[in-house]
């Protein structure tokens, strides 16, 4: 069987819990609600102690119209049967309303807490994980985790009625008590060894549930590249192929309990056999009373009934002991990227140091290599470069999107390590290439820029970018609704959008990968006209590849394999004729107006330079005999 289920893996930050773990981190869902959990708890010693009465009371029923005490005693006995049967009935009622409630409660707790787990975490961790696997934890196994405490409180009461029913049967008849109990403990140990192979069964399928749900999630969100490029089949295909994975988990599951539901059951009709002909014995020599026997016969039905129905729940039970395990180690697993102390932080001034910076995504493959650099404050530094280079790395490590195995990155004199991480983040404003905008209006997208803002800054925010000229396309300008990612609004759209966005938070560091490479030159202009004023007197980090934002930096640094190769302004390092000159010669050129005297356009491409001769066309950068390279995806 294991080899069907091949592909089912644990994701790596998995671990086991025991039941008594997981019942003790349950516990402090349900502070705050004492007076809820102390009803159910009377209610249910209530309710099985009612239930249990009822099989008594059946007997001395019987034994009193055997030896015939009267009509009035038998009357007094039929009524104190209806009020506990009806006790019984009411309070398990209200128990498993209340409960219900109780669970509900859970679900909402233990739902924001593994969200919050989940927002929590770095990008290694989103990185490695599908967001559909990620999904599936914090919807389908915490509502099965709930589940699993309604449950328990049932069968709690079922427990108790058993404890009772046994307790009373032990003092009416030792012998017939005991076959009752040795039957009992027969059925409990074959259901605790079952337990184990039952949980590792039920972990398998919700997790192959949840690498259908990421699947599903990711195909759907890239439907356009499918569709565009005819793969409709062989997403069919791929789906086929992890939803027969949980179709094999899941099966392997049903087997396990249709298995042991059928040996109970005939384990509890063993146990019937032997009560009934011993009851029956002792009847025929005198040392056994109908009534006795008839509440034996009653009981065992009560008694088997909370058994088997352990039995029947049991893989639900195990199911939401496997979800609350998958739950767990996700709120208890901590990210990669981890802070010393807690040091506020106050406005910056936006002084960065980078030493001897090493970094590597995993461990085997290094993308930074001993990155030093100083970027001073309120100044704009453009990080150039091939790709792969490790540009956006560096800006990352800024960001503490991810942790840096060695060296160290200071901001005003602190290192980042020891910032308050929340704080610090929110000091940065940055602008991707490929911006995520919500489900809303634009007016809230740029209000999530500095949650609080008022509609007059919301608007000077989206009239600060291109001067506003965007908002008349928009059929309702600010109010304008926002389909799930932005897919109803222009690439361009939407990254101007996220400036706006950024104007409003007012960060005191500005760091824009790539953020003007999707947006058509005239809007670029716009842009870069708002963007000089929002830069001044802030320290910028870009990642650039447009001739316009590079040539107007304050610096420009050359990455190249992990490294930095260069520094300087855009005419300096022209003149250098090093790498930054190939670049442009290759790259930036093409984008250099006419008449823009700042560059000399009869420079000769192939400039002999040291550099030229070092590097190889391997690196994107040089190609001395005249063939193709390859720069930043661009074939030049």
Request: charged share 20%; glycine share 8%; net charge negative.
């Amino acid at each position: 069987m294991a080899h069907l289920l091949e592909g089912i893996e644990p994701d790596g930050y998995d671990r086991r819990y025991g039941d008594r773990e997981l019942t003790r981190r349950i516990a402090p869902y349900f502070r705050g609600r004492g007076g809820a959990v102390t009803f159910v708890t009377i209610a249910v010693i209530i309710a099985a102690a009612a239930g249990s009465a009822v099989p008594l009371l059946l007997a001395r029923t019987v034994d009193s119209a055997v030896d015939d005490d009267g009509d009035g005693r038998l009357a007094l006995l039929v009524t104190a049967i209806l009020v506990a049967g009806i006790t019984a009935w009411l309070l398990t009622l209200l128990q498993e309303r209340t409960t219900g409630t109780l669970a509900g409660d859970v679900v909402l707790k233990l739902r924001e807490q593994a969200f919050a787990a989940a927002m929590r975490q770095d990008m290694t961790f989103h990185d490695a994980h599908p967001t559909g696997v990620v999904v599936s934890r914090v919807t389908n196994d915490t509502q099965a985790f709930a589940t699993l405490i309604s449950l328990a409180l049932s069968l709690l009461g079922q427990v108790l009625m058993i404890v009772i029913l046994l307790t009373a049967l032990f003092v009416i008849n030792v012998p017939l008590a005991l076959v009752t109990a040795l039957v009992a403990a027969l059925i409990v140990a074959v259901s605790l060894a079952f337990r184990r192979a039952a949980r590792n069964a039920s972990r398998q399928q919700q997790q192959a549930l949840a690498e259908v749900n990421g699947y599903v999630q990711e195909t759907l969100r890239g439907i356009a590249v499918a569709r565009n490029h005819s793969h409709q089949e062989s997403a069919q295909a791929e789906l086929h192929a992890v939803n027969h994975q949980w179709f094999r988990a899941s099966v392997r599951l049903n087997r396990l309990f249709s298995g042991i539901f059928p040996l109970l059951i005939s384990l509890t009709g063993l146990g019937t056999v032997a009560v009934v002909l011993v009851g029956g014995h002792g009847v025929d020599a005198g040392s056994v009373s109908a009534g006795e026997w008839v509440l034996f016969l009653e009981a065992l039905a009560l008694f088997w009934s909370p058994l088997t129905s352990i039995a029947s729940f049991w893989s639900q039970l195990q199911q939401g002991l496997a979800a609350g395990e998958r739950v767990f180690a996700l709120v208890d697993r901590e990210p990669s990227v981890r802070q010393r102390d807690r040091v506020p932080v106050p406005r910056l001034r936006g002084e960065f140091t980078l030493r001897d910076v090493h970094f590597g995504y995993d461990a085997d493959h290094p993308v930074l290599k001993g990155v030093s650099l100083t970027i001073p404050a309120g100044r704009t530094v453009a990080l150039v470069g091939h790709t792969g280079a490790g540009k956006s790395s560096v800006v990352r490590l800024i960001m503490r999107a991810y942790e840096f195995q060695q060296g160290s990155i200071d901001v005003d004199g602190l290192d980042v390590r020891t910032l308050d991480l929340e704080q610090y983040r929110r000091r940065l404003g940055v602008v991707t290439q490929t911006p995520f905008l919500f489900s809303g209006t634009v007016a809230d997208n740029i209000a999530r820029g500095r949650p609080g803002a008022g509609r007059d800054e919301i608007e000077a925010a989206a009239r600060a970018v291109a001067g506003g000229d965007w908002l008349a396309p928009l059929s309702q300008g600010l109010d304008t609704p926002i389909d799930e990612g932005g897919r109803n609004l222009s690439t361009g759209q939407r990254q101007i959008v996220a400036l706006a966005r950024v104007f409003l938070q007012d960060a005191p560091v500005l760091i824009l990968d790539e953020a003007t490479a999707s947006i058509d030159p005239l809007t670029e202009a716009q842009i870069q006209e708002g963007l000089e004023a929002l830069a001044a007197d802030r320290t910028t980090i870009v990642v650039a590849h447009r001739l316009p934002t590079v040539r107007k930096a304050d610096t420009i640094v050359v990455v190249d394999d992990g490294r930095i190769i260069e520094q300087g302004d855009h005419t300096t390092l022209l003149a250098q004729g090093g790498a930054y000159r190939l670049l442009y010669d290759r790259y930036f050129r093409h984008q250099q107006p006419d008449d823009d005297p700042a560059d000399d356009p009869e420079r000769p491409v192939h400039h002999p330079s040291p550099y030229a001769r070092a590097v190889t066309p391997a690196n994107g950068l040089a190609d001395r005999n005249g063939e193709e390279s390859v720069i930043d995806g661009h074939r030049v």
